[in-house]
């Protein structure tokens, strides 16, 4: 069984990762739905065939960008996610990173030899 925080730091860069995921696909969609309007603008505007095919290989360029930046975002995004996750990996729960709560010695209550003291 995983400890809490381990659990919860991995929901929460999980959870992280998907808002950042459907932000970045909302931006896409935006930029998409904007380069198609510019488009469809443009070609109202002329008669001439070479300046609508001009008009039309802008748009797919600024859709095909738009489509890298959203695959960008969401490799930083799962990359974020794998970081998180292995740094809660290394730690325990209720100990910052890096210390595992092991104990490492023994404690003798009433000093050496006692037959009173209690030894973890």
């Known amino acids: 069984m995983q400890p809490v925080m381990q659990t919860g730091k991995s929901a929460m860069a999980a959870t992280k990762e998907k808002v950042g995921n459907v932000a970045a696909s909302a931006k896409a ?3 998409k739905t904007k380069a198609t309007v510019e488009e469809k603008m443009e070609k109202m505007k002329t008669r001439d065939p070479a300046e609508k095919g001009a008009a039309e290989q802008r ?5 095909e960008e738009a489509e890298a930046e959203k695959q960008a975002a969401k490799e ?3 990359a974020v996610r794998d970081q998180v996750r292995a740094s809660a990996a290394g730690s325990v729960a209720g100990y910052p990173s890096g210390q595992t709560g092991v104990v490492t010695g023994h404690h003798h209550s009433g000093g050496h030899g006692s037959s009173t003291g209690s030894a973890f």
């Not at 748009?59 to 859709?63: F, L, S, T, V, Y």
């Open 29 to 31: 969609g935006m930029e």
């Open 59 to 63: 748009k797919n360029e600024r859709i």
């Open 76 to 78: 930083e995004n799962a």
